[in-house]
């Protein structure tokens, strides 16, 4: 079978990976990774070293949670508010239509999870039923029958405050939290590697900068399901890429859209995607009006930077505005990882990129942390801001 070729970038992380990598290949890894930040800010990542065994089996449990897990499963785990029950405002199940873009709702279910605030914390509907049961003050009362009760023991008490909470992990499938905290920590190490390329490639004076400022990633994981959206008139080319009028493509919110425009708002994004064609979409950096499609590459992630590494870089670097508007047959499955800074990380425009943009900053310091957290806040219907979904 022939696939269409690649309307972004393909970047060998190979090198990166490679206990006595070979310096021609870093050479060209850091060149070719360097265009690609520079001109599109997305791009394929070839060469990761996650096994397609893996990465299979993740889609493959997100599909089955979505499609045959019932509403009744669905909702024990639902994002709840912050100080609301077990909610922290973001961890969680979400109904299609709480996320919005914009002020508008998208068209997808999602699962959220975030580096626990304590190492192996998390739990399932049945640990709480079991072995965590709330009371009216939001302490918890433990029986003594077994692993539920010890999670709930070490794990702490709500009530939480905004992305302070505990990961929420389905019942069904059995093995989903196992296999994908398995999944977690090779992500990890595949964001480590792609950071310190990004560092060579902008020719830091400490290539391991970003290396530094992720030791602690505040990661976000999703995994999401979006059931088709009714077809809509736009113009394409025979590469699947996307012309519309000035009226834009979220205009009807009862038409609605996978997920609107948006650009992720923090340091790098992988992204583990089904075969469906023609969903995620990409702004072209020459013309706006035009979207390309950035369909799956076999054995590749797709990745894009956020807006904190424009931030580090001064804008040399721009995060770029995408969407998805899965407008095909069947359901389609993604399972995006954001790879990001410390929670507790500075993030302000490095001295090297200043230079080459001028010699000016283009933007002040933020922490990390805090920006997030301005982000989430509006990330759910009546929150009135905007989301990050691929």
Not at 43 to 64: C, K, M, Q, W
Not at 111 to 128: C, M, N, Q, S
Not at 351 to 364: K, L, M, N, W
């Amino acid at each position: 079978m022939t696939h269409p070729k690649p309307s972004l970038p393909l970047i060998d992380i190979s090198p990166f990976l490679a206990p006595s990598p070979n310096p021609t290949a870093l050479k060209q890894c850091t060149l070719a990774l360097s265009d690609a930040c520079l001109h599109h800010g997305f791009f394929y990542l070839t060469n990761h070293g996650i096994p397609s065994e893996l990465t299979d089996t993740v889609l493959s449990l997100a599909r089955t949670f979505f499609t045959e897990c019932t509403d009744a499963e669905k909702q024990s785990i639902k994002r709840e508010d912050a100080g609301k029950g077990f909610g922290d405002g973001a961890r969680g199940y979400q109904v299609i239509g709480d996320n919005v873009t914009q002020g508008k709702r998208d068209w997808h279910e999602a699962v959220d999870w975030y580096r626990p605030i304590a190492a192996g914390e998390g739990v399932t509907r049945r640990d709480l039923d079991n072995g965590y049961n709330q009371d009216g003050n939001g302490t918890g009362k433990q029986d003594r029958n077994g692993e539920a009760a010890r999670a709930a023991e070490s794990a702490r008490t709500p009530p939480y405050t905004l992305l302070r909470g505990v990961n929420l992990w389905p019942d069904n499938p059995a093995q989903f939290r196992a296999v994908y905290e398995g999944y977690i920590e090779k992500m990890l190490e595949l964001g480590t590697a792609v950071v310190r390329a990004m560092g060579f490639a902008l020719q830091l004076e400490d290539p391991e900068t970003f290396v530094k400022a992720t030791r602690e990633s505040f990661w976000v994981m999703r995994a999401i399901g979006y059931p088709p959206l009714p077809r809509r008139e736009v113009s394409g080319d025979s590469n699947g890429n996307h012309t519309e009028n000035s009226a834009g493509a979220n205009e009807n919110p009862e038409e609605g859209i996978s997920c609107g425009a948006h650009c992720d708002y923090g340091c790098l994004t992988l992204l583990l995607a089904d075969s469906h064609p023609n969903a995620l979409q990409v702004q072209s950096a020459t013309s706006p009006s035009t979207w390309l499609s950035a369909d799956p590459v076999p054995g590749a992630f797709v990745v894009n930077i956020g807006d904190m590494m424009e931030r580090w870089t001064n804008g040399l670097w721009k995060s770029t505005l995408h969407r998805v508007m899965h407008t095909g047959q069947g359901f389609r499955v993604s399972v995006p990882f954001f790879f990001e800074p410390d929670f507790g990380a500075r993030v302000r425009p490095l001295r090297e990129c200043v230079g080459r943009t001028g010699g000016g900053a283009r933007y002040g310091e933020v922490g990390y942390g805090e920006h997030l957290v301005g982000k989430v806040g509006g990330n759910f219907y009546g929150g009135g801001g905007g989301g990050e979904a691929d």
